[in-house]
């Protein structure tokens, strides 16, 4: 595994990875990394010659409030799991290097971005899609890997991806969960035990707008009320939202037909958790 630390070095490296006539599988994350991240990094080694992974914790998607400092970070056991699972190349550039003094370009994918996680985070995707958007033109993958445990991220990168003309092909991989269901998150690290027990009602009630589904409802009003019920019989959550919507517009549906996301975001103390499902619905 080679360590790139600069911009310069990785934009090099890339351009002769592709003169080989080498295809590129890229994997962009923040660190900290878990099985979520590892099987994206497996399906990379799968589908493409050559695996890169990024850690880069953005400043640019984290809001005044928000934890970009106390983020977890444990570069020296990132970097021992990703030689094991053998990858080419390690990124890690430097807040500077990403962003130079006098940046000003940014991305936005208007509507998309403010809905659901970017009401509570209001330029949140701007900073991711900037980055990845800046990230793909460093490294220049034929594919990337993203978890669909970030479904609104997915789904903005994907729109990102088709309305800019990229030549990258996107990738979105099931979410990895511990056994109880709970999704494997990085901030998973924040909850104190009692938080931790009470955050598999995220899956749980997932599971039950599921069965419900299973059992026939395709209104979308009584799988929500049953699953904000749900969370609200657990004194430690806070509900941030409950969302049913159309997987391409993120509106909110009355009928279930075609794919519906259902997407919840709950706090646990001051730790908010994402979660989502999709349902498929047969048009009629
Ligand atoms: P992050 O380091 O949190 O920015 O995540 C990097 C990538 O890993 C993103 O594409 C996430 O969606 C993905 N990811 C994070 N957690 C999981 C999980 N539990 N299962 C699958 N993918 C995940």
Known sequence: MRKIGTVGEMKTAADEIRGCGRTI?????????????????KESRRSAQTTVVSIFVNPLQFGPREDFTRYPRDPGRD????????????????D???YPEGFRTTVEVAGLQDKLCGRSRPGHFKGVATVVLKLFNIVRPDYAFFGQKDAQQAIILKRMAEDLNLDTKIEVLPTIRERDGLAISSRNTYLSPEERRSATVLFKSLEKARRI????????GPIRKQVLRMIGN?????????EIINTRTFEA???????VLVAIAVFFGSTRLIDNIILEGKRE
Not at 25 to 41: A, C, K, R, W
Not at 213 to 220: H, I, M, Q, W
Not at 234 to 242: I, Q
Not at 253 to 259: S, T
């Open 25 to 41: 599988g890229f994997v962009p994350t923040m660190g900290y990394l878990h099985e979520g991240h590892l099987s994206l990094v």
């Open 79 to 94: 970097e021992t799991l990703l030689e094991k699972a053998g990858i080419d190349i390690l990124f890690c550039p430097g």
């Open 96 to 98: 500077l290097d990403m």
């Open 213 to 220: 589904f299973g059992e026939g409802e395709r209104a979308a």
């Open 234 to 242: 657990e004194s430690l959550a806070r509900v941030d939202y409950v």
């Open 253 to 259: 549906v009355d009928r279930i037909e075609g794919d």
